[in-house]
């Protein structure tokens, strides 16, 4: 890791804001993005596509270390994310790859083979680091630390929201129930389990909007490294 490119971690479980926080902290930085999430999901859906059990770990990790991948990013809108020549974005957001997501996540071998792939995108000026285990297992040294949390009910919610906004049916219980399933999936898993760094702040957002979520984000960041106000 080179220690003198500053980096911003920001974990957290699914549903609390850390995507849409990233993203506009990048750009309003010119920081590079990690969406170490989207990772975790290339892997699984690649695996999915080659009909391999999500629970073999010694080939969903050599999956993950022989992902082709690329990340085309705008500058004002989210990344195309290529996997093998296909563009994939609207696939890796649906329910089915986030719960495999998850799944492959919880294998030591798989997060191993990821692991130096993600501390990669440490690269001059910045860079804003979205994920489960940013701040206690890529990047400790983080300049700043931010954890999200909400509601499951409030994250099952915007979940709802978002599909319905794309034209598509959902049930909110259900949704609930994968989020909940996921969360204890996510914070019980041997390897790199979801829960705050020692060091880092954490925010509740169930009440906030992402105008506010960015605005104290912006202020920590502002002042962890000692930007200017108009940065």
Same mark, same amino acid.
């Given at each position: 890791?080179?220690?003198?490119?500053?980096?911003?971690?920001?974990?957290?479980?699914?549903?609390?804001?850390?995507?849409?926080?990233?993203?506009?902290?990048?750009?309003?930085?010119?920081?590079?993005?990690?969406?170490?999430?989207?990772?975790?999901?290339?892997?699984?859906?690649?695996?999915?596509?080659?009909?391999?059990?999500?629970?073999?770990?010694?080939?969903?990790?050599?999956?993950?270390?022989?992902?082709?991948?690329?990340?085309?990013?705008?500058?004002?809108?989210?990344?195309?994310?290529? @996997?093998?020549? !296909?563009?994939?974005?609207?696939?890796? &957001?649906?329910?089915?790859?986030?719960? %495999?997501?998850? /799944?492959? +996540? =919880?294998?030591?071998?798989?997060?191993?083979?990821?692991?130096?792939?993600?501390?990669?995108?440490?690269?001059?000026?910045?860079?804003?680091?979205?994920?489960?285990?940013?701040?206690?297992?890529?990047?400790?040294?983080?300049?700043?630390?931010?954890?999200?949390?909400?509601?499951?009910?409030?994250?099952?919610?915007?979940?709802?929201?978002?599909?319905?906004?794309?034209?598509?049916?959902?049930?909110?219980?259900? @949704?609930?129930? !994968?989020?909940?399933?996921?969360?204890? &999936?996510?914070?019980?898993?041997?390897? %790199?389990?979801? /829960?705050? +760094? =020692?060091?880092?702040?954490?925010?509740?957002?169930?009440?906030?909007?992402?105008?506010?979520?960015?605005?104290?984000?912006?202020?920590?960041?502002?002042?962890?490294?000692?930007?200017?106000?108009?940065?």
């Amino acid at each position: 890791m080179n220690a003198r490119v500053p980096v911003i971690t920001v974990d957290g479980p699914s549903g609390v804001g850390k995507g849409t926080l990233c993203q506009w902290l990048a750009n309003r930085l010119g920081f590079h993005l990690l969406d170490s999430g989207a990772l975790y999901r290339l892997t699984a859906l690649a695996a999915l596509r080659r009909n391999l059990a999500l629970e073999d770990e010694i080939q969903v990790a050599a999956v993950a270390a022989g992902l082709e991948v690329e990340f085309q990013a705008g500058i004002e809108e989210s990344p195309r994310i290529v @996997l093998e020549g !296909e563009e994939v974005g609207a696939e890796l &957001r649906s329910e089915t790859c986030g719960n %495999a997501a998850s /799944r492959v +996540a =919880a294998l030591p071998a798989v997060r191993a083979a990821l692991l130096q792939r993600q501390r990669d995108f440490r690269q001059p000026p910045g860079l804003i680091a979205d994920g489960r285990d940013m701040g206690t297992v890529v990047f400790p040294d983080a300049d700043l630390k931010l954890f999200l949390t909400a509601s499951a009910e409030e994250r099952a919610r915007r979940r709802h929201n978002q599909l319905s906004e794309q034209g598509l049916n959902a049930n909110l219980k259900n @949704l609930a129930d !994968e989020i909940a399933e996921r969360d204890a &999936r996510d914070r019980q898993r041997a390897a %790199a389990p979801l /829960r705050p +760094a =020692a060091d880092a702040e954490t925010l509740d957002t169930t009440r906030l909007s992402i105008t506010e979520v960015c605005d104290w984000a912006l202020m920590r960041t502002r002042q962890s490294l000692g930007l200017p106000k108009n940065c």
